[in-house]
């Protein structure tokens, strides 16, 4: 059982490692979408050293949809990440795939492309051009995950916590709208609501990549852990995008000792998902999206 978290700084990072994380999830900009904080390549080397020197690993994300200014700039960025010995690139855009090949690094990747990877099929077809594993879409429930799994020897990476990106534009939309009112823009997270239920949040930001709008609820599969186990399911992502500092720490620490409990013969559900509940911030309610859908309600 594998867990991978995102990581904001190299303070964050380290703290991440001591907990029990076993592959840190960083990157920058211009390659790495959502990140909790987008690093440079200075600070990627840095987090490198470190999760090596307490044999742990680290996947630096290049999952944008490139432009053609992005491919021009990828190849030096690539061989950066190969020279600090980065551990694998998450990345899904075929032509960015397409000129890590070419510059023969020795380098893995792991298939990310969001919503597309809902089948075994396409997943097989990506090991076939190189690699090493791939990052399953949100929306799958987890009985497509188990049959996707059961037919490949490849990880299937699944997210067990954190929120959920539902729109993405490469447009400033908010830097737009306070400029089109004159307004001007508040320091704290923003929010957008639906109007027909007045107590929904949909987290907002803006980054270099454009204006991401999040999911109202986070992620939490901590009570699934023990069947996900059984049916081959063995690589955990807790993203933190949302949530900064000790708190995501503290909830890392909590499933990888959900994972010990797990390998122990003693995991209780209830009790971690009780106790995540009292880490959990007020206003960002658990749920489990799709994952325990029924496949003909979602499809």
């Given at each position: 059982m594998e867990l991978i978290a995102t990581a904001e700084s190299l303070e964050q990072a380290e703290a991440l490692l001591d907990v029990g994380a076993d592959r840190l999830y960083i990157g920058g900009h211009p390659f790495g979408l959502r990140l909790p904080q987008p690093l440079s390549l200075e600070q990627i080397e840095d987090?490198?050293?470190r999760?090596?020197?307490?044999?742990?690993?680290?996947?630096v994300s290049?999952?944008?949809?490139?432009?053609?200014q992005q491919i021009a700039q990828l190849p030096d960025y690539l061989q950066k990440l190969a020279d600090?010995?980065?551990?694998?690139?998450?990345?899904?855009?075929?032509?960015?795939?397409?000129?890590l090949k070419e510059l023969?690094?020795?380098?893995?990747?792991?298939?990310?492309?969001?919503?597309?990877?809902?089948?075994?099929?396409?997943?097989?077809?990506?090991?076939?051009?190189?690699?090493?594993?791939?990052?399953?879409?949100?929306?799958?429930?987890?009985?497509e995950l188990f049959a996707m799994q059961k037919k490949l020897k490849q990880p299937v990476e699944v997210q067990v916590y954190g929120p959920t990106c539902i729109h993405q534009s490469g447009r400033p939309l908010l830097t737009n709208y306070f400029t089109y009112t004159h307004a001007e823009a508040p320091d704290q997270q923003l929010f957008l609501r639906d109007p027909k239920n007045a107590d929904s949040q949909y987290p907002i930001f803006e980054d270099e990549d454009g204006t991401h709008i999040f999911s109202t609820e986070d992620l939490s599969l901590i009570g699934q852990l023990g069947a996900m186990q059984e049916h081959g399911l063995k690589t955990w992502k807790l993203d933190g995008v949302l949530l900064h500092g000790d708190?995501?720490?503290?909830?890392?620490?909590?499933?990888?000792?959900?994972?010990r409990a797990i390998e122990a013969g003693a995991f209780v559900p209830e009790s971690f998902a009780n106790r995540l509940a009292k880490l959990q911030p007020a206003h960002r309610p658990l749920g489990t999206g799709f994952y325990l859908k029924n496949p003909e309600d979602v499809h």
């Open positions: 987090v490198i050293k999760a090596h020197q307490r044999g742990k690993k680290v996947t290049c999952n944008a949809l490139m432009h053609n600090f010995g980065a551990d694998a690139v998450a990345i899904g855009d075929p032509g960015a795939i397409f000129t023969k690094l020795e380098l893995p990747f792991v298939y990310d492309a969001g919503t597309l990877v809902t089948s075994a099929e396409q997943i097989a077809f990506w090991v076939n051009q190189g690699a090493s594993g791939a990052v399953a879409a949100r929306e799958l429930t987890l009985k708190r995501f720490v503290r909830i890392v620490a909590l499933f990888d000792e959900a994972r």
